[in-house]
C-alpha cells in the first residue's frame, strides 16, 4: 500500500500558532510603547506651536489696538480673550482641542492658563512660567483626559 502523506500534522500546526502569537506579544510590547511616546511627543510639539501662535496673536492685537482690558487683583492689565485651539490655530478639524489664554507684557503676549489635548493625554500651562507644565524630572508632565472645556 503506498501512503503518501501530504500537509502537516495537528502538532506541527499549533506550533507555529504558538510560535507566531509569541513574535505578535513580543512586536506589542515594543511597538505599543513607542507608539505612545511618539503620540506625547506630537502633542507636545503642538502645543508649543499652539502657545507661540497665541502669544504672536496676543500681541498683534495689542499692537493694533484691538486687545481687551482686563481688571488684575491690583491692577489693570491688557489681555486677550480666552481662546480655543481652533480659533489660534486656524484649523476646524484639527486632533487635538483645548483652550488658552494670553496675556500682553513687553512686545509678546504671555500665557497664562490653557490646556491643549489629543482626546487621551493632556498637557497644561504653568500659569507662573507661562510654559509647560513639568515633572520632578524636567520632563513635560502628561495626564490622562481632555481639557475642561469651561
Known amino acids: 500500500m503506498n501512503l503518501n502523506k501530504k500537509g502537516f500534522t495537528l502538532v506541527e ?3 507555529v500558532i504558538v510560535i507566531l502569537a509569541l513574535l505578535i506579544v513580543i512586536v506589542a ?3 505599543i510603547p513607542a507608539m505612545n511616546n511618539a503620540k506625547k511627543k506630537s502633542l507636545e510639539t503642538y502645543a508649543q506651536k ?7 496673536n496676543c500681541a498683534a492685537q495689542e499692537m493694533s489696538g484691538m486687545g481687551n482690558m482686563c481688571k488684575n487683583s491690583t491692577t489693570a492689565v491688557s489681555c486677550c480673550s480666552k ?5 489660534i490655530m486656524g484649523e476646524e478639524n484639527s486632533t487635538y482641542s483645548g483652550n488658552m489664554t494670553t496675556s500682553y507684557n513687553d512686545s509678546m503676549g504671555k500665557i497664562t492658563a490653557g490646556c491643549i489635548s489629543d482626546g487621551t493625554n493632556k498637557v497644561q500651562i504653568d500659569t507662573t512660567t507661562g510654559a509647560l507644565t513639568k515633572d520632578s524630572s524636567g520632563a513635560t508632565k ?7 472645556t469651561s
Not at 83 to 87: E, G, N, P
Not at 142 to 148: H, I, K, L, M, R
Request: net charge neutral.
Open 83 to 87: 481662546l480655543t485651539v481652533a480659533q
Open 50 to 56: 499652539v502657545m507661540q501662535k497665541a502669544k504672536e
Open 29 to 31: 510590547n515594543t511597538a
Open 13 to 15: 500546526l499549533l506550533a
Open 142 to 148: 502628561f495626564e490622562t483626559g481632555a481639557c475642561p
